[in-house]
Antibody, heavy 117, light 112 residues
Framework: QVQLLQSGPEFKKPGASVRVSCKTSGYSFTYYGISWLRQAPGQGLEWMGW????????NFAQKFQDRVSLTYDTSTTTQYMELRSLRSDDTAVYYC??????????WGQGTLVSVSS | DIVMTQSPHSLAVSLGERATINCKSSQSVLFSISNRNYLAWYQQKPGQAPKLLFYWASTRASGVPDRFSGSGSGANFTLTISGLQTEDVAVYYC?????????FGQGTRLEI
């Protein structure tokens, strides 16, 4: 069955960077892209960006364009999201989700990233 | 950006009754060539990741009970839950994937 297993919680100081991983299984890795989304405490869902696992093409929401990198390792079927120059308002649960024509049919369990001095 | 507006913000419905959640987009999300609405619905229970309910506005995702239905076209959409059950308590989100960035409604909290 399709599974997306994310890395554990991260506690960072302002200005630092964080990398979240998303280990995928149960489907042909290069056939589907992955989107990354986040949810601030008590808030709604926000799409950050997308990466094709076929050719590495990316598309980002403009607000994250300069601070986010999306990469993957085909050999381990793992996706990665790096967010730089962290601020307190980056505190959120970050999700990877399998991107199916830009709707999301399978989601990771979420990774809490907490940014505080 | 396409703005998605859901109503109501919260909703309390009795067990066995019907719940209706509305979603309005700031522009049409209907792609005329394919006649498909680029609209999805998700259910998020407390402490869990969202779960896909519908895509293309009315295509039910695998395993979703048929008491859930999605309808609408253009810029106005509805999620209906008939015969409400306790496990339906959740926050429901609509999402457009017609334009980039992909955007979500603010969510509707459904309670018993």
């Amino acid at each position: 069955q399709v599974q997306l297993l994310q890395s554990g919680p991260e506690f960072k100081k302002p200005g630092a960077s964080v990398r979240v991983s998303c280990k995928t299984s149960g489907y042909s890795f290069t056939y589907y892209g992955i989107s990354w989304l986040r949810q601030a405490p008590g808030q709604g869902l926000e799409w950050m960006g997308w990466i094709s696992a076929h050719n590495g093409n990316t598309n980002f929401a403009q607000k994250f364009q300069d601070r986010v990198s999306l990469t993957y390792d085909t050999s381990t079927t793992t996706q990665y999201m790096e967010l730089r120059s962290l601020r307190s308002d980056d505190t959120a649960v970050y999700y990877c989700a399998r991107d199916r024509d830009a709707y999301y049919d399978y989601w990771g369990q979420g990774t809490l990233v907490s940014v505080s001095s | 950006d396409i703005v998605m507006t859901q109503s109501p913000h919260s909703l309390a419905v009795s067990l066995g009754e019907r719940a209706t959640i509305n979603c309005k987009s700031s522009q049409s999300v209907l792609f005329s060539i394919s006649n498909r609405n680029y609209l999805a619905w998700y259910q998020q229970k407390p402490g869990q990741a969202p779960k896909l309910l519908f895509y293309w506005a009315s295509t039910r995702a695998s395993g979703v009970p048929d008491r859930f239905s999605g309808s609408g076209s253009g810029a106005n959409f509805t999620l209906t839950i008939s015969g409400l059950q306790t496990e339906d308590v959740a926050v429901y989100y609509c999402q457009q994937y017609f334009g980039s960035p992909r955007t979500f409604g603010q969510g509707t909290r459904l309670e018993i």
